[in-house]
Structures are given as C-alpha cells and as structure tokens.
C-alpha cells in the first residue's frame, strides 16, 4: 500500500486531514508527505497538518483541524465551542476553544483563532462529536461555569441538554447548584 492510500485511510476519519504524527505512526517519513504535498496529492492548512483536497470538506472539518493543530492526542473541543457542537445554548463562540493537557505548551501559531485551555480530563470527560473528540457536555457546562460564561445561556444548556439525553439528572442538578454557587 502506498503512502498515499495509508494516509487516506486516515484522513477518512478525520474529516480528510492528516498530521505528520500520522504518517510517522505509519512508517512514513517526513519526506514522503512533503513529496505528496509538492504533487498536489494533500496540501497543508496548519503546522504539521494537511488535508487531502478531493476529500469533501464538511462544515466540521475547520473543528477537526483545530484539534490536530494542538498536536496532542489527548485535545479535544472544549468549553464555548462544546456547547455550540452540541446544540444546547444560544451560544455563539469567537474562537474554537480547545483543552489540552496540563503539561502541553503550544507553540504554534494561529492563536488568535483558537484558546487553548490547559486541564487533564479523564476518559470518562472527553466524548465524541461528529467523530471529533469533544469533551462530554456536563464538563463542557462545568467548564463554562468556571470560565464565565453568562448564566442564561448555561441554564439554556442545563435545560436542552437533559432534553435531548446529553445529560442526566443527578449531573444536571450538580451543575444547577455549581451554577447558583457562582452566582
């Protein structure tokens, strides 16, 4: 198999982008991928990210790639943007935040378009949205609470997201109080 169907093979679950971190946990080199992008085979849209262009770009794919920009297997979407993935607030985000581990220093560039938030989650806090690893919506609320976010548009997720099963009861009313506390 070649270099170029191995990393297809990635990209087709998620949203049509590789990283390098991909091609070298496949055995392929640095210049392999850089040959693929001079032939026109994937071009690159971040640090160490690239996408494969006759790959249809869905709407999330701008998600997908803030996650693999981090370059870190354990970031995911977070806090504001979690809250807006999941459609359960009225919520509408300046930025794709992101979580990434404690120890993890990002020095990339682009910054301005995402905020990166330093935080060790459990397995049990990150989940999946449209196959992006996205934190769970009860510690996306938990997040937001802590961050700020303003009141109505948490009790909007707390109220939704029992609705629609994202949330259950007894995190719901743990929120709920986590909420009133801060207020």
């Not at 679950?13 to 080199?29: E, F, K, M, N, Y």
């Not at 998600?63 to 981090?70: G, K, S």
């Not at 990166?116 to 989650?121: A, C, F, G, Q, R």
């Not at 961050?147 to 029992?162: C, D, F, H, K, N």
Request: hydrophobic letters at 40%.
């Amino acid at each position: 198999m070649s270099a170029h169907d191995m990393l297809w093979d990635v990209a087709f679950d998620q949203h049509g982008l590789v990283t390098l971190s991909d091609a070298r946990r496949l055995g392929i080199s640095r210049d392999a991928v850089t040959m693929l992008a001079q032939r026109k085979k994937i071009e690159r849209v971040a640090t160490a990210v690239y996408r494969f262009p006759r790959f249809p770009a869905g709407p999330n794919a701008p998600y997908m790639q803030a996650v693999l920009w981090t370059g870190d297997p354990r970031a995911c979407l977070s806090h504001d943007t979690a809250l807006a993935a999941y459609e359960v607030s009225d919520i509408n985000p300046d930025r794709v935040h992101l979580t990434v581990p404690r120890n993890r220093r990002i020095r990339r560039s682009m910054g301005d378009l995402y905020a990166v938030h330093h935080e060790d989650l459990g397995d049990g806090e990150i989940g999946w949205w449209d196959e992006i690893p996205t934190v769970t919506l009860a510690t996306a609320i938990r997040q937001c609470i802590d961050s700020g976010v303003p009141t109505y548009l948490l009790r909007q997720a707390l109220e939704r997201g029992l609705d629609v099963g994202r949330l259950n009861a007894v995190d719901q009313q743990a929120l709920a109080l986590r909420l009133d506390e801060r207020a």
